[in-house]
């Protein structure tokens, strides 16, 4: 067993699974977004974690001797420390680590307003080189209704600040985001704000509630419900068909999703939209996860 300390529930990316989970802060110090219930529980109260301790979990790690080959720092939005605190974990990673191949972080565009590229670039130099950002839509009316802070703009700015800095991003688009309604909005916004960010790796979930949807409806101001697989794969379709990528991995196969897609956008681009074609109009030709094979 690693020796951390952890406060639980801890989340991580799914590309993560193999990465040493590095608590530098607990919870999200924004955790607004209505539709998120990662850190909801009271031990999950935002708060970072003081350098001392997060030192000596390494210490024990590295004298453990157990192989750290990709570093991932959580909690929801690491990247609100400040950049000194930043570089001193940094610094203290590289000590411990010297053959370490990556240092990841989640990153909501907001945690970038006070950071300049210089200083982004600063972190890359110590190896912090991938963001996820869960801009979730690119749909100023989505973002507003499910209270995400962020807006077109505000989640431009930070893809291109961190592609400025040399780092590469990911980013995760939420696919039954805007329900019904704002379906079309919701990936045709969505798919506009990638292509103007080119990011380096796009991930789709689908939006879920474990707890209920109850408060979300009732944030969100209009009728909202959730979409079903059908109503999901049109969503997609949209998206996809509207995406002009040059080099961006895709992955829609996070457990949330029915319909798995893999593939390098846009050499890709017609064989997905194909597959998510077929799963429209001939059903059952397609497997599809099952509703217990899914989740969050
Ligand atoms: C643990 S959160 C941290 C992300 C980071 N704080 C940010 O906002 O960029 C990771 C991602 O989980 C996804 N997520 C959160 N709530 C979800 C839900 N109810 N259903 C599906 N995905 C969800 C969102 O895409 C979110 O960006
Ligand atoms: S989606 Fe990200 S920013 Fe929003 S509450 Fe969850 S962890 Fe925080």
Redesign the pocket.
Known sequence: MYPLNYIEPV?RPPSEWQSLILQVCN???????T??E??TLEQKKFKPKKVALIEAEMRSIAEAGLPVKRIFLA???AMTLSTRRLKEILVLIKQYFPGLQRVSS?C?PRNLKNKTVEELTELKELGLSLMYV?C?SGDDEVLERVQ??ESFDSSLDALQKIKQAGMRSSVMILNGLGGPELSEQHALASAKLMNAAQPDYLSTLVVEFPQGSGDFETAFGIPWRKLGKMELFREMEILLDNLELKKTIFRSDHASNYLVLKGVLGKDKAALLSQVRTAIHQPGLIPLREEWQRGL
């Open positions: 989340f919870g999200c110090s924004y955790n607004k977004c539709f998120c990662m850190y909690d929801g939005d989640y909501l869960g979730e995400k802070g």
